[in-house]
């Protein structure tokens, strides 16, 4: 279980201190799309998902969306917010991770990859070998089968000491 706990835990994605990442030599941010940047199931990014891409980018890091999304929905959302994409990304699966730091050219040592799912986004990032940061949902809208597994979350979580 150790192996799968994140390296930090935030309670918003734009309150991570991304300024220490970039001094620490981290170069590449790969984002969960559904609750980590935007509501549930978004097709628009919204005010608080161009701050938060807009943080990064002025700090020099690249930003790249890697989404489960089983549509062309994350590929309509990175083109709206300008970054690049991986959809289908099958989290908890690296694969999503690794296609991503193929086309951005990064490793392991120099990406991050923040979810808002410890299931997906965490697990998967975890196996990447990438430092990986678990926020909390951006609102408590979702759909039903990400909503039943936020009991088991937050048990985690405490377990984490988070
Ligand atoms: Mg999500």
């Known amino acids: 279980m150790n192996k799968y706990r994140p390296d930090a835990f935030y309670s918003k994605t734009i309150e991570i201190p991304f300024a ?14 559904d609750n980590t940047i935007a509501p ?3 097709y ?3 005010s608080y998902s161009f701050d938060v891409i807009r943080l990064v980018t002025d700090l020099g890091m690249k930003s790249c ?3 489960n999304a089983k ?3 994350s590929e309509i959302f990175a083109k709206k917010i300008g970054i690049p994409y991986v959809s289908y990304a099958a989290k908890p699966s690296p694969k999503g991770i690794y296609r991503a730091m193929k086309d951005l ?12 799912q410890f299931f997906t986004d965490i697990i998967a990032g975890k196996r990447a070998n990438v430092h990986t940061i678990w926020v909390k949902p951006y609102d ?11 009991p088991l979350e937050y048990i985690i979580r405490k377990l984490f000491g988070f």
């Open 44 to 46: 628009d990014p919204v």
């Open 40 to 42: 549930d199931h978004s």
């Open 71 to 73: 549509s062309n929905r």
């Open 65 to 67: 969306l890697v989404s």
């Open 20 to 33: 220490d990442y970039a001094a620490k030599g981290y170069r590449f941010v790969l984002f969960d799309l």
């Open 140 to 150: 408590k809208r979702e759909v039903f089968y990400v909503r039943m597994k936020r």
């Open 105 to 116: 050219g990064a490793d392991n040592t120099n990406t991050i990859m923040i979810g808002d």
